[in-house]
Nanobody
Framework: QVQLVESGGGLVQAGGSLRLSCVAS????????MGWFRRAPGKEREFVGT???????YYADSVKGRFTISRDNAKNTVYLQMNSLKPEDTAVYYC?????????????????WGQGTQVTVSS
């Protein structure tokens, strides 16, 4: 029933910007925290950032100041605005929903996951 679908990934030059979207269906997550993670080949999922139902945000140090998370509860959608992209940002980006945590920063605190969207940043 629950489905999260990411979009907006692509190929971009270092220093460029991308805006990722994640549309949820099956139920409303307006009272839940939503987050973004990323996975590079051969690596585990890495926390990127989260936004809870009070619009409180938290970011990984590696993206703080460059990435911004926002949400539109009417559209059941969360966004990740990525600026000043670096080659090390290259990864598959996943959105996720946490049902039980206030400001979750660990993958094991999330319950639903999207399929991911590829972001490739060239030098």
């Amino acid at each position: 029933q629950v489905q999260l679908v990411e979009s907006g990934g692509g190929l971009v030059q270092a220093g460029g910007s991308l805006r990722l979207s994640c549309v949820a269906s099956g139920r409303s997550f307006s009272t839940n925290a939503m987050g973004w993670f990323r996975r590079a080949p051969g690596k585990e999922r890495e926390f990127v950032g989260t936004i809870n139902w009070k619009d409180i945000t938290y970011y990984a140090d590696s993206v703080k100041g460059r990435f911004t998370i926002s949400r539109d509860n009417a559209k059941n959608t969360v966004y990740l605005q990525m600026n000043s992209l670096k080659p090390e940002d290259t990864a598959v980006y996943y959105c996720a929903v946490s049902l039980n945590y206030y400001l979750p920063r660990s993958a094991n605190e999330y319950d639903y996951w999207g399929q991911g969207t590829q972001v490739t940043v060239s030098s």
